[in-house]
């Protein structure tokens, strides 16, 4: 019995110190089995993608792709191993503050190349004067590089003071600083204190940053209630905007019906009242023809006061009624052309009808020497 007890006294501490050189052991396999899959996941990781908070640091030097979201590589695709980021951001800034601003529920891109595609897409454009152009749409793209960009699918342009813009495509040049929508376009103006507001339609729209233009080329087709409940309807080749206010140039073979009046020009401005923001004429210049149910007239230029529903003629002003031809320093049409004004009036009257209205068969024109007053 003794014996064997000192036999067991003597195996127990080889027994342990067994135990704790196998311990020591698997603690080492499992350190070096960890900084494997550390050094895995490093390498995987796309490497210029940052986290959120420390891209928004580097935006203003670099604008890198910034991640609220999840961040993955993705070798599904035909082309090769692609970055995929949720809830992507990104933003172009400089010494004189930001450019551009771009958010998209997804975005990705092929390690290869350095377009990102965009889903859901949301831009901000910064145009000079504070001005900002606001761009969402279903899908877009964007070279970090140069900030190249395109928009597609339901596409709707907004400037900070109320036109909106929709469209199948927008595109942005960095180098020009312009957006462009190439294809057909649908515009909303901003409405005045009465509710009326501009509709139109053309083939194209460019907003340009350095001027704060929107320009609608071709084929422009619009329509602006006017004072009174009446409906101005117009025709031009192409149409400006300011990004700032909202005054309006139309050019190019304009034409406005208003009612059964038209009125026809090489161009025409529509003024706002700065006070009320409501549209208060419209001025057409560069030679101008008016042509009513009974009678036409001619000038230099035509000043249409909407709320007082008057039509002021100037430039070598002329109105041709049936065979009456009145000519003068200013010609003002009152009541929609209901009643004719001439200052310093030089009239010609056709002598047989003189002689109907010498015999009582008709009513007739009044003068005070100074201008001549037509019913």
Same mark, same amino acid.
């Given at each position: 019995?003794?014996?064997?007890?000192?036999?067991?006294?003597?195996?127990?501490?080889?027994?342990?110190?067994?135990?704790?050189?196998?311990?020591?052991?698997?603690?080492?396999?499992? &350190? &070096?089995?960890?900084?494997?899959?550390?050094?895995?996941?490093?390498?995987?990781?796309?490497? *210029?993608?940052?986290?959120?908070?420390?891209?928004?640091?580097?935006?203003?030097?670099?604008?890198?792709?910034?991640?609220?979201?999840?961040?993955?590589?993705?070798?599904?695709?035909?082309?090769?191993?692609?970055?995929?980021?949720?809830?992507?951001?990104?933003?172009?800034?400089?010494?004189?503050?930001?450019?551009?601003?771009?958010?998209?529920?997804?975005?990705?891109?092929?390690? *290869?190349?350095?377009?990102?595609?965009?889903?859901?897409?949301?831009?901000?454009?910064?145009?000079?004067?504070?001005?900002?152009?606001?761009?969402?749409?279903?899908?877009?793209?964007?070279?970090?590089?140069?900030?190249?960009?395109?928009?597609?699918?339901?596409?709707?342009?907004?400037?900070?003071?109320?036109?909106?813009?929709?469209?199948?495509?927008?595109?942005?040049?960095?180098?020009?600083?312009?957006?462009?929508?190439?294809?057909?376009?649908?515009?909303?103006?901003?409405?005045?204190?009465?509710?009326?507001?501009?509709?139109?339609?053309?083939?194209?729209?460019?907003?340009?940053?350095?001027?704060?233009?929107?320009?609608?080329?071709?084929?422009?087709?619009?329509?602006?209630?006017?004072?009174?409940?009446?409906?101005?309807?117009?025709?031009?080749?192409?149409?400006?905007?300011?990004?700032?206010?909202?005054?309006?140039?139309?050019?190019?073979?304009?034409?406005?019906?208003?009612?059964?009046?038209?009125?026809?020009?090489?161009?025409?401005?529509?003024?706002?009242?700065?006070?009320?923001?409501?549209? *208060?004429?419209?001025?057409?210049?560069?030679?101008?023809?008016?042509?009513?149910?009974?009678?036409?007239?001619?000038?230099?230029?035509?000043?249409?006061?909407?709320?007082?529903?008057?039509?002021?003629?100037?430039?070598?002003?002329?109105?041709?009624?049936?065979?009456?031809?009145?000519?003068?320093?200013?010609?003002?049409? &009152?009541?929609?052309?209901?009643?004719?004004?001439?200052?310093?009036?030089?009239?010609?009257?056709?002598?047989?009808?003189?002689?109907?209205?010498?015999?009582?068969?008709?009513?007739?024109?009044?003068?005070?020497?100074?201008?001549?007053?037509?019913?």
């Amino acid at each position: 019995m003794e014996i064997k007890s000192d036999q067991n006294r003597d195996t127990a501490p080889k027994a342990a110190r067994l135990r704790t050189s196998v311990s020591k052991r698997n603690l080492v396999i499992s &350190l &070096l089995l960890f900084l494997i899959v550390v050094v895995q996941i490093v390498v995987m990781l796309p490497q *210029d993608i940052e986290p959120f908070d420390q891209g928004l640091e580097l935006a203003a030097s670099r604008g890198p792709i910034a991640t609220k979201g999840a961040s993955s590589s993705d070798s599904g695709a035909s082309n090769g191993a692609q970055q995929v980021v949720v809830d992507a951001y990104m933003v172009e800034a400089k010494a004189s503050g930001k450019e551009v601003e771009l958010w998209a529920k997804k975005a990705y891109r092929p390690n *290869d190349l350095e377009e990102w595609t965009l889903e859901n897409v949301r831009a901000k454009f910064y145009a000079s004067n504070g001005v900002i152009y606001t761009v969402t749409g279903d899908s877009g793209g964007v070279t970090t590089e140069t900030y190249a960009m395109w928009i597609k699918g339901n596409v709707v342009t907004r400037s900070s003071n109320g036109y909106v813009f929709r469209s199948e495509s927008a595109f942005y040049d960095p180098k020009a600083k312009k957006l462009k929508a190439p294809n057909a376009i649908d515009m909303q103006g901003p409405a005045d204190s009465e509710g009326g507001r501009l509709f139109l339609t053309g083939d194209n729209m460019i907003a340009d940053m350095t001027t704060n233009q929107m320009i609608v080329h071709q084929n422009v087709r619009a329509r602006r209630q006017v004072h009174g409940g009446r409906t101005a309807r117009i025709q031009a080749r192409s149409a400006v905007f300011s990004g700032k206010t909202n005054s309006a140039t139309l050019s190019g073979a304009v034409v406005i019906d208003i009612e059964t009046m038209r009125v026809t020009g090489p161009e025409a401005k529509f003024v706002y009242d700065p006070q009320t923001e409501n549209l *208060d004429s419209v001025m057409v210049a560069g030679g101008v023809r008016v042509t009513d149910a009974d009678k036409y007239a001619t000038s230099g230029s035509l000043s249409v006061f909407f709320k007082d529903d008057r039509y002021v003629f100037r430039g070598s002003p002329r109105v041709v009624q049936r065979e009456d031809e009145l000519i003068g320093d200013e010609i003002v049409f &009152l009541n929609g052309g209901k009643q004719v004004q001439v200052l310093n009036a030089k009239a010609q009257v056709d002598p047989s009808r003189t002689d109907r209205e010498t015999n009582g068969q008709t009513g007739g024109q009044t003068s005070d020497g100074k201008g001549t007053k037509r019913q």
